[in-house]
């Protein structure tokens, strides 16, 4: 297989390797608006471009910069086809409901499609149907239940028994007339909108928690409050949890990609394999060249081992049903999933009528963003909105789920038990430069990054949430609790909660 190899450490996606933003300052003071909206990816910017829509004046924030989390690690399609999914949907809450879901998405791909053109944005939107495939006969009955479900929500489909790129496919179901798009060429055009109406966006201001009451009040890490009539999280995880326990009913994924251009042409399409391991492939352009975009071997948080190996099983799939000539980009991302598979949108609990939630998109957050900036929207201007049932975080789980429930915290307690166990069996001395990894060190179990300097940064590898022991992302460069999926950097500085405290530095001396 001849292909060129960028490093790990220069792995980034293609969107952000493509894209252009204006920088914004960190919050210096005490700030008022009508919402205070945390989390600058393409919720929390669809939910501000909703606000001002209904007249209202919005504060944005973001830990880091906009668009560089989950966002600008997607895979940007346009759809609602969420994987295998309504057949059991159907089962789980009913025909009627699962007709709103389905509903929902549709509107959200039409209004991301009626921006564009309204707006006439420069982001690559393409319309293409999407694609289910198998290359087992208990795939195949799979995708017949799957097309059972579409029938009966009247989703306009199409039944393949064969696809040009791959002869060993047995079966494909198509949703048609979807839509894949650049992310972040579309949200950098929003961004410019929301500048000119007004709307206040800071990066680099971290959300730690908040003041609750008649007035609510989001506090920054360096202690300022930015005071609304509502506060939306809209930062992946919700950075308040309010005794919504959310981090038990949520649990993280990664998976991967490679952008690469290959031999045979990609079919106009979008196509989800759904055996296992699952693979995904789509169109992109780079510099106005044609590439495909190989997605897949996801895993939970923290549990995936090293990167690398993950790398090389896209590359490999790639190369044996297009041929690979070169390997651009790498890149890793992070979806959460709740307990029934359906995001939590609204209000946070019961008890939080002025702070609002968007979370656990799975891998379809660009029609969800959109279903939650106008669900909300709703809510907030005490409208009724036809999907508010669906999404509601403190909706009622049925019994199937709360076997789930117990899976995934059984599962959390075996990786708290065999992180304590474990006992590392490298050096410092075994590392790289540029590699982390878990350590001996004075007679300490800590984990340690080598810069390609050779200088080194230990962390204690206990997570400051619930006490799990963390593990080394070589593909993200941080460190990934494989319980609850909160993220550290390097320097032990937290990425993505639920932790709110970073890991404890110890010191090296050379």
């Given amino acids: 297989m001849e292909q060129e190899h960028k490093e790990m450490d220069q792995s980034q996606s293609l969107w952000l390797a493509d894209k252009k933003k204006d920088s914004f300052p960190s919050v210096s003071e005490d700030l008022t608006a009508d919402v205070i909206i945390v989390g600058g990816g393409i919720t929390g910017i669809a939910t501000a471009f909703e606000m001002t829509e209904r007249g209202l004046d919005v504060i944005m924030i973001d830990a880091n910069e906009l668009m560089q989390g989950t966002t600008g690690h997607t895979t940007a399609k346009v759809t609602s086809q969420h994987d ?18 389905v509903e929902a998405n549709e509107k959200a791909k039409e209004l991301i499609q009626t921006r564009v053109k309204e707006h006439q944005i420069e982001c690559q939107l393409e319309v293409r149907d999407a694609y289910l495939y198998t290359k087992e006969e208990s795939g195949v009955k799979k995708l017949k239940k799957e097309l059972d479900a579409y029938k009966q929500l009247g989703i306009d489909h199409d039944w393949k028994t064969e696809l040009p790129f791959d002869p060993e496919i047995k079966a494909a179901l198509v949703m048609k007339q979807q839509a894949q798009f650049h992310p972040l060429h579309y949200l950098n055009a929003l961004v410019q909108l929301l500048i000119e109406r007004g709307v206040r966006i800071y990066e680099n201001t971290a959300a730690v928690d908040v003041k609750e009451g008649h007035r609510p ?70 510099n106005g060249e044609k590439v495909v975009l190989i997605g897949g071997e996801g895993h939970k948080t923290g549990q995936g081992g090293d ?116 006992r590392p069996d490298q050096t410092i001395d075994n590392l790289k430069p540029g590699e982390g ?33 963390v593990a080394w992302n070589n593909s993200d460069r941080t460190w990934d609790c494989p319980c609850h999926g909160s993220r550290f950097s390097v320097t032990g500085e937290v990425v993505e909660g639920p932790a709110k405290k970073p890991l404890k530095r110890s010191y090296y001396e050379q």
């Avoid at 295998?84 to 879901?101: C, K, S, T």
């Avoid at 709740?338 to 939080?352: A, E």
């Fill in 84 to 101: 295998v999914y309504y057949h059991e949907l159907i089962q789980h809450i009913g025909m009627p409901n699962a007709r709103l879901y």
């Fill in 217 to 286: 009040a989001v506090i920054t890490k360096n202690g300022h409050h930015l005071t609304g009539r509502y506060i939306i999280s809209c930062s992946h995880f919700p950075f308040y949890d309010g005794k919504g326990l959310y981090f038990t009913r949520i649990h993280p994924n990664q998976s991967y990609v490679v952008a690469a251009k290959t031999n045979k042409p990609l079919p106009d399409g979008m196509y989800l394999g759904i055996d296992q391991p699952s693979h995904s492939l789509r169109t992109a352009k780079i």
């Fill in 307 to 422: 990167a690398r190996t993950h790398y090389e099983a896209l590359e490999k799939f790639g190369h044996e049903i297009l041929g690979i000539q070169e390997v651009l980009y790498r890149w890793s991302t992070h979806d959460l999933v709740t307990m029934d598979k359906i995001p939590y949108i609204g209000y946070l609990t019961k008890n939080h009528p002025n702070i609002l939630v968007a979370t656990g998109f799975r891998k379809w957050g660009m029609t969800t963003s959109h279903v939650a900036a106008t669900l909300i929207g709703d809510l907030i201007e005490g409208k009724s909105n036809p999907y508010e049932s669906i999404y509601i975080p403190s909706r009622f789980v049925p019994d199937p789920f709360v076997k789930e429930f117990i899976k995934e915290n059984a599962n959390v307690a075996a990786q708290l038990i065999t992180g304590k166990l474990n």
């Fill in 437 to 469: 990894g878990i350590v001996s060190y004075e007679h300490k179990k800590c984990g340690a990054f080598k810069s390609e300097d050779g200088n080194v940064v230990l962390v204690d590898t206990t997570c400051t949430h619930l006490g799990c022991e």
